[in-house]
């Protein structure tokens, strides 16, 4: 027989392989989860995410108790947990990548530079600095997502994005990593030029008018 959630604990190991060779995840540093019902499969803490493994997945219910699995569940456990809790999302990814994290060193918020990053709910807040797997940075994340955000930043630490599925919230988090590059780049110019909040309402109005993002047949 199987192990118990071998799919889902499959989804979220090859997640994390997945946003490690794309760089956002270093080493043991950073956390991936999906929720199915009332059970949560996440990273063990500890693990080589790279090389993540499905038996190195934890199943932990919505009270955080294991319900199977070897090993002891990601020390953000909570920051999962009160998300899950509390809002309608299906995935979670916690990364320290690069870029993200440079920006959160610096920025308080960080501001729509390009349309693209509208699906991640416009301006992505970072949050105060908090030690990691505390619930005071747990309240912080969740208080930063609860306006609709699908992104967040944590100051000198790292992002949080959420998803759909799995693959929203690694795109999610690609997205983002992307969209402080861009700034980043446009600071070593000079000052950044944001989107209005007149110009963003425009692409969404362009956007929903013309199904932008998705395929659509030639027409004769």
Known sequence: MPPYAQPERSQVAEASRHLATAGLLIG????????????VAITATGTVLADLTPDQVTIVDLNGEVVSGDFA?????????????????????????????????????????????????????????????????????LDSLSTGK????????????LGSSLKEAVDNALLLEWACTLYLD???LGTPRALTPE????????????????TKPVRP
Do not use: M, W
Not at 28 to 39: E, H, I, P
Not at 100 to 129: N, R
Not at 150 to 161: E, I, K, P, R, Y
């Open 28 to 39: 043991t540093a950073g956390n991936v989860s999906l929720r199915f019902g009332d059970r």
């Open 73 to 141: 569940p990601t020390s953000e456990l909570e920051l999962h947990l009160g998300i899950y809790r509390t809002l309608p999302t299906t995935a979670i990814v916690h990364t320290h990548a690069p870029k993200s994290t440079a920006v959160a060193c610096v920025l308080g918020e960080l501001p729509v530079l390009h349309y693209q990053q509208l699906p991640l709910g416009g301006a992505t807040p970072v949050v105060p600095f908090f030690p990691f797997g505390t619930p005071e940075l747990a309240a912080a994340v």
């Open 150 to 161: 699908q992104a967040t930043l944590l100051s000198n630490h790292g992002a949080v994005t």
């Open 186 to 188: 446009a600071a070593s």
């Open 199 to 214: 110009q963003q309402q425009a692409v969404l109005e362009v956007t929903l008018r013309t199904a932008y993002g998705t």
